[in-house]
């Protein structure tokens, strides 16, 4: 199947086994996943550790190889040199070179993307400005800065190409709740620029507050696909929220509504968090 110019990143059958010494099945970490996320979108990528989120990244950005299926990244094979260079990707844990401050880490990435001099010193600046990190910060040496510095400097690294894709794996990770707060507006940004995005996280209530879509994976497999304000509501669209509501609020209700001539709406308590489904889901394949 051809990609069309709506997809960001496409999979078809995309496996990943890895195999003990004599080459027989040791783990299945990711187990036919066939995934489309379009350009423009932020999209959630879940599960608990082990259930292939690192295996997909690192298929994505050509890091491994798959045992069967394919990648593609906006109309390329997955790993492509031509791709890679409007890829975005800040790890879960940043290496970067710790003798660097700030300023010569993103110059530093910039050179190696050969982004002319004049667009690296107005791009620098701007970049160290969205993530936080003030004049004296980014003078510092990264071996001085705290996790919550790190992942910004990581951010802003990511950033440094202008991406069209960014793969986000667990960003918010040593922020405080400010830094939080100015991550996920920053993703806010990015879709709002055009920009494509991939965020791995378990922390759900930020996956909740960003993603359009989610799927959650669990032993390698996908387990649910979906927008997530539909993940999140009831299945009988004729229901109505009560969650919280006493029984007297209930029955005015009702007497609302068939007064309004709508007597059959039903009630019932829907899930409402992230939280709930993920741990719905991994619970009911746990044993399966």
Known sequence: ?????????????????????????????????????????????????????STTIKLLLGLIFPTRGRASIMGHPAGSPAVNERIGFLPEESYLYRFLNGEETLHFYARLFRIPRKERNRRVPKLLDIVGLDAKARKRKLREYSKGMARRIGLAQALINNPDLILLDEPTTGLDPIGTREMKDLILSLKAQGKTVLLCSHLLADVQDVCDRITILYRGKMQTLGLVKDLLQVRDITDIQMKGASDQHIAQLKDFLQSIGAPNATFSHPTTTLEDLFVRIVRENKDA
């Open 1 to 53: 199947m051809m990609p069309s110019d709506s997809q960001a990143i496409q999979t078809d059958n995309l496996t990943k086994v890895y195999r003990d010494f004599w080459g027989r099945d040791k783990v299945r970490a990711l187990d036919d996943l066939n995934l489309t996320i379009h350009r423009g979108e932020v999209f959630g990528l879940l599960g608990p550790n082990g259930s292939g989120k």
